[in-house]
């Protein structure tokens, strides 16, 4: 079973916009989780990271104080919270999931996650 990602869309400048990703059938707290984007044109690069029960969070540089990670282990779902958003910011979102047990440093990098969903689009108009 692979993750679920959902929430994109088209959003004005400086507007919200909150993206989930469900990862059903397994034993979610098992399972640091991340956000990844992809501008077009560019290379694949981390945005925010979760442990597994959430007591700890990481964040690049370009989103923090912006965008939160937050997960709900009853719900086996991530959620990224995005506000303030810039045309910046326009890329395809995946969450990720790495290896069960693994620390959270490993899925903060593409070659470290285990699974992925298949992305939500985010376009930011200025």
């Known amino acids: 079973v692979q993750l679920q990602a959902s929430g994109g869309g088209l959003v004005q400048a400086g507007g919200p916009l909150r993206l989930s990703c469900a990862f059903p059938g397994r034993s979610f707290s098992d399972y640091c989780m991340a956000w990844f984007r992809q501008a077009p044109g560019k290379e694949r690069e981390f945005v925010a990271a979760?442990?597994?029960?959430?007591?700890?969070?990481y964040y690049a540089d370009r989103v923090r104080g912006r965008f939160t990670i937050s997960r709900d282990n009853d719900k086996n779902t991530v959620y990224l919270q995005m506000n303030s958003l810039n045309p910046e910011d326009t890329a395809v979102y995946y969450c990720?999931?790495?290896?069960?047990?693994?620390?959270?440093?490993?899925?903060?990098?593409?070659?470290?996650?285990?699974?992925w969903g298949q992305g939500t689009e985010v376009t930011v108009s200025s």
């Open positions: 979760i442990s597994w029960s959430g007591g700890s969070t």
């Open positions: 990720a999931a790495g290896s069960p047990l693994s620390p959270l440093n490993t899925v903060m990098t593409a070659s470290g996650a285990h699974s």
